[in-house]
């Protein structure tokens, strides 16, 4: 959902943790039209009781109770909807990780999809790599690799093979692999070119 940037809670390269707002966009007219909306479930609400009241001691008739009800059930499904609009405008961490640099500024239109920052999570990380199909039969999740890396030529990195694909390339006849490793340090990052040793 598109919208006017309001606020930026977040400075470039900081740790952030999951729900933390990171962007919120304009929310004032959805704002107003969740007070407008509030105030006629409240009147809803307020008919419902006086007809509940009516016809508990027979002078309404059911179809006017039956009305009643769906008049708050639909005003109060509308304060749901604008309620659910203004938290699409609050954009939030999906996961706890440090965010790159920001794409947008205050005051800026960002359109649907925009990218606003980057988001990483460096507690694991994944290197995904092929192999030819003749090594099929000696793959195994949980088989050990080493990483190196010429960003640091001295450390070697250990992991995992934890996925294999189950399809077979048809134009390399090569059989896609991921394997895990852990990155408290945060040293892994994505993109990182590295030799790896499986």
Do not use: C, M, W
């Given at each position: 959902m598109?919208?006017?940037?309001?606020?930026?809670?977040f400075e470039?390269?900081?740790?952030?943790?999951?729900?933390?707002?990171?962007?919120?966009l304009?929310?004032a007219?959805?704002?107003?039209?969740?007070?407008a909306?509030?105030?006629?479930?409240?009147?809803?609400?307020?008919e419902?009781?006086?007809?509940?009241?009516?016809?508990?001691?027979?002078?309404?008739p059911q179809?006017r109770?039956d009305?009643?009800?769906?008049?708050?059930?639909?005003?109060?499904?509308e304060?749901?909807?604008?309620?659910?609009?203004?938290?699409r405008?609050?954009i939030r961490?999906?996961?706890?990780?440090?965010?790159?640099?920001?794409?947008?500024h205050?005051g800026q239109?960002?359109?649907?999809?925009?990218?606003?920052?980057s988001?990483?999570s460096?507690?694991?990380?994944?290197v995904?790599?092929?192999?030819?199909?003749q090594?099929?039969?000696?793959?195994?999740p949980?088989l050990?690799?080493?990483?190196?890396s010429?960003?640091?030529?001295?450390q070697v990195?250990?992991?995992?093979l934890?996925a294999?694909?189950p399809?077979?390339?048809?134009?390399?006849?090569?059989?896609?692999?991921?394997?895990?490793?852990?990155?408290?340090?945060?040293?892994?990052?994505?993109?990182?070119?590295?030799?790896?040793?499986?």
């Open positions: 598109g919208g006017v940037v309001q606020a930026i809670h470039n390269g900081q740790a952030v943790e999951a729900g933390d707002v990171l962007v919120q304009d929310v007219v959805e704002q107003a039209q969740l007070r909306n509030a105030a006629t479930a409240r009147l809803a609400e307020v419902f009781e006086r007809a509940t009241s009516l016809r508990a001691t027979g002078n309404l179809s109770l009305r009643a009800l769906a008049d708050l059930e639909k005003a109060n499904a304060v749901e909807h604008v309620q659910a609009i203004i938290e405008k609050t961490a999906p996961f706890s990780g440090r965010v790159g640099l920001r794409q947008v205050l239109y960002v359109a649907p999809g925009a990218p606003l920052v988001l990483q460096y507690q694991q990380v994944y995904n790599f092929t192999l030819p199909q090594a099929l039969a000696r793959l195994a949980g050990p690799l080493t990483l190196r010429d960003a640091y030529p001295e990195f250990d992991g995992r934890t294999i694909s399809q077979i390339d048809p134009i390399t006849r090569s059989v896609q692999l991921q394997g895990t490793l852990d990155n408290a340090d945060g040293r892994l990052r994505a993109g990182l070119f590295v030799k790896l040793t499986l």
